[in-house]
């Protein structure tokens, strides 16, 4: 029998231990969920190309088709961007418009295709699965050059 000087020994509460995990868990989300901006440095990006008429159909599907329709065709496309379609290039992705007509380097998609920015959000990703390489200057030239010029 005990008296009533003697302790008691309690097992640890658990509950405190899972309070403070949620409360973890809650702040990292809500962290993740607001992402931080990343400060591009537009001077990195390639030149617009000084080629004129530039359409979607004729010079810049070819160059999606090859690097990212893979990633982000009609089925199952990453972020919910589409680049398969002018259309689907206009709709942009779950996150919003990826091109702002007459502005490329101002735009999401050359900013990201250019390796600029957030190193997460680079397209194709460096050491992707598929072996995809990185667009080239002339490329991303291209696509920035077709979006100065309105991007049809």
């Known amino acids: 029998m005990r008296n009533r000087f003697e302790r008691v020994r309690r097992k640890p509460c658990r509950s405190g231990v899972y309070i403070a995990a949620l409360m973890a868990v809650s702040l990292l989300t809500s962290l993740g969920a607001e992402k931080l901006k990343v400060t591009v440095d537009l001077s990195k990006i390639p030149p617009a190309s000084r080629q004129t008429g530039i359409t979607y159909a004729q010079d810049i599907k070819p160059i999606f088709d090859k690097s990212c329709v893979r990633c982000h065709g009609e089925h199952k496309p990453k972020g919910h961007l589409r680049l398969d379609s002018l259309e689907a290039v206009f709709k942009g992705s779950e996150d919003g418009k ?55």
Do not use: C, E, F
């Open 98 to 152: 990826v091109i702002v007509s007459w502005n490329g380097a101002g735009s999401v998609l050359v900013q990201n295709i250019a390796h600029v920015g957030d190193p997460d959000d680079y397209m194709p990703p460096p050491k992707n699965k598929a072996g995809i390489a990185p667009l080239t200057p002339q490329q991303i030239g291209l696509v920035r050059a077709w979006i100065d010029q309105g991007a049809q």
